[in-house]
């Protein structure tokens, strides 16, 4: 079927509007009519080929809300009109040891990317949610249950959301927990506010002395500008877990020094530039650890989304129109947005 669509042509081009192809449904497909897409950094850096080997024309988008608009046959779990999301993948190889456990994100064949990815569907790669429509392997198709004025807001909750509560579930935030965010952008704002739900005594670190009250309105207990040495040196040997979202590269041992023993960091930003090498004896004097992480499997994306829906959880957003999407790009590298910018993608079809 052909389907309107937005995507770019070239690295060093606008993105435009065109014409795609998507398949027919299969017997374990899903098709989706995609209402939201939300803007995340990985799409500007895929379509502008800043990590190298982008197939044009690129069509982005991993971060979808829409309704079903058909089933295959043998699907069983959605039926026509349910309420769904698709996030950043679309399949994997379902028989590694990884994919057996649910972790579909550690596949060890590699998933396939919702966008940019190999496939046997024309035109031989995926194509993301800047567009109409989607069909997908119902195994990663997700339900949502949140109310209809909040599904635009849902949509960052399929990268942003599972990026940060993955981590946070994984080293058990909850009450008792001192837990830090480093960064409040499109990744930190949601893991304040994931943490906060959770029950855990949430502290924001971050550069911009103004993004002090922005912090403690999504839910931090405290907030600490980390280029304050005193602010700093005040928190020492006190946190369980501290989840650094910060993409830019910067030295991590100021906040490896505030763990407890057997604290751990873990880094959900892939710096363009590697981080400085620690100190390890920061680590090795308080068996502390630095970690990564990656997204989530699909059963906890359910999950996550599940729990945002129980707690009133959702992304800060800006809705933008399909045609404005380049300038949202250069005011996302800027950081002129609060906190993730979304598409509402009935403007495809104006």
Not at 30 to 41: L, M, R, T
Not at 141 to 152: D, G, T, Y
Not at 277 to 289: E, G, T, Y
């Amino acid at each position: 079927m052909t389907i309107k669509a937005y995507g770019a042509t070239a690295a060093d081009k606008p993105l435009e509007s065109m014409n795609i192809e998507r398949r027919e449904p299969g017997a374990r497909d899903v098709q989706i009519d995609i209402a939201f897409c939300g803007v995340c950094h990985s799409d500007l850096h895929t379509v502008r080929s800043e990590w190298g080997g982008t197939v044009y024309p690129c069509i982005p988008g991993h971060e979808i809300v829409g309704h079903v608009s058909a089933v295959g046959g043998d699907v069983t779990a959605f039926k026509v009109g349910d309420v769904v999301g698709v996030g950043c993948m679309v399949d994997s190889c379902q028989h590694c040891d990884s994919c057996a456990e649910g972790l579909e994100q550690f596949c060890e064949n590699g998933f396939t990317g919702t966008y940019n990815a190999a496939t046997p569907d024309a035109p031989g790669y995926t194509l993301g949610g800047y567009s109409q429509r989607i069909v997908v392997d119902d195994r990663f198709v997700l339900k949502i249950r949140h109310s209809a004025e909040q599904l635009a807001a849902v949509a960052p909750l399929l990268c942003a959301g599972i990026t940060t509560y993955s981590p946070l579930r994984h080293w058990k935030a909850g009450p008792g927990k001192k837990v830090g965010i480093v960064g409040i952008g499109g990744l930190g704002h949601m893991g304040v506010k994931l943490a906060h739900a959770m029950g855990a005594h949430v502290v924001a670190f971050t550069t911009s002395e103004s993004k002090r009250e922005d912090a403690r309105a999504l839910g931090a207990d405290e907030v600490i500008n980390s280029r304050n040495t005193e602010e700093m040196g005040a928190h020492a040997n006190s946190f369980d877990f501290i989840l650094n979202t910060v993409a830019a590269s910067h030295s991590l041992d100021a906040f490896a020094t505030l763990l407890k023993r057997d604290g751990t960091m873990t880094l959900v930003g892939v710096p363009e530039h590697p981080h400085p090498s620690p100190d390890v004896s920061a680590l090795i004097f308080k068996r502390r650890s630095i970690a990564g992480s990656l997204i989530g499997g699909i059963a906890e994306t359910q999950e996550m989304l599940d729990f945002c829906a129980e707690h009133g959880v959702v992304a800060d957003i800006e809705m933008i129109r399909m045609d404005e999407i380049d300038k949202a790009y250069d005011r996302m590298q800027r950081s002129d947005v609060k906190y993730r910018f979304v598409i509402d993608n009935a403007t495809l079809a104006a």
